[in-house]
């Protein structure tokens, strides 16, 4: 004889721990533009994105470095990384954005033209760095995805801030 | 608040800025007008190439080593700043300032009369004999 409906409803049902989850693991990542070239940080890298910021001008800063900002009381620098990434700079605009970034036991703002998307991307759409990358790009970059049918080249903030520390840029 | 909770700093103006020294470090100011040219100007000893400032205040510098005077711009006052006011320099800007002598940055208060972050420089750090 069948179960009636209410007993079948009433047995135990097998646990969520028996679903195998075939999901590939995904990472966030911040996709910006720099001079009409997109990039992207790792999330975990980027703490906070700030489109409107008082910043500071400090004397003694090398050009490509706009000042300081307040953070809700931590004092974080604001650097521009056109230039260690050996592209043409641009003026901020209402369009330019501000990423609160740390990596390698360094932070700083990262002044970004634009910020395009914060995505959550499986490690399968990331490439390798392709032959024609730029020089300048390699010790910073980790890899390439396609996204807007556009190609971003993802950045290692920790390398970033460190070569910039080092006097680049 | 205790002692330790505050600074006494010095302002004055250097490269058309404000900039502080912690009042430790002066023993006295006076009018700078008419002193012998061997006195530096803040600017050379902060190692700057900037617009000078017009000097018109002698500052009395005193560290561990040495005791010198260089001509700030004025005016040159004196304030009490809370601790939780006064920041290390962040890490890039330490690693890539030019100028010498910085050590920390003053942030006051958005509503201060002096919102943007003064440099506090410390003398022991310019480096010099006595002048």
């Known amino acids: 004889m069948q179960p009636t409906l209410d007993e079948l409803l009433a047995q135990p049902r097998p646990s969520r721990d028996e679903i195998v989850n075939v999901d590939e693991p995904t990472r966030k990542w911040v996709l910006f533009e720099l001079s009409g070239h997109r990039f992207g940080l790792p999330g975990e890298q980027v703490r906070e994105i700030f489109s409107r910021a008082k910043v500071f001008s400090v004397p003694g800063c090398p050009p490509s470095m706009e000042g300081v900002i307040n953070v809700r009381g931590d004092i974080e620098t604001v650097i521009r990384p056109h230039t260690l990434l050996n592209l043409s700079e641009v003026e901020p605009d209402r369009a330019s954005s501000i990423l609160i970034g740390r990596g390698a036991e360094l932070s700083s703002g990262i002044r970004v033209d634009r910020v395009v998307d914060l995505v959550d991307l499986p490690e399968s759409a990331i490439h390798p760095l392709p032959a024609t990358l730029p020089q300048e790009w390699r010790p910073l970059a980790t890899g390439v995805l396609a996204h807007d049918e556009r190609v971003v080249t993802l950045l290692d903030l920790a390398e970033l801030l460190k070569a910039y520390a080092r006097g680049m840029g | 608040m ?130």
């Open chain 2, 2 to 131: 205790n002692a330790l909770a505050t600074l006494d700093v010095v302002l004055f103006q250097a490269a058309g800025r404000l900039m502080a020294l912690p009042a430790s470090q002066v023993r006295a100011c006076r009018a700078g007008k008419g002193l012998e040219p061997s006195v530096p100007l803040i600017e050379t000893l902060l190692a700057t190439a900037m617009p000078e400032t017009p000097y018109s205040m002698l500052l009395e510098v005193v560290t561990r080593k040495n005791a010198f005077s260089c001509l700030v711009g004025a005016p040159v006052t004196l304030h009490t700043v809370p601790a939780h006011d006064i920041h290390p320099l962040p890490p890039l800007l330490a690693a890539r300032l030019s100028l010498v002598g910085p050590r920390a940055l003053i942030v006051l208060p958005e509503d201060h009369s002096h919102p943007e972050p003064i440099l506090l420089i410390d003398a022991e750090r310019f480096g010099m004999t006595s002048a």
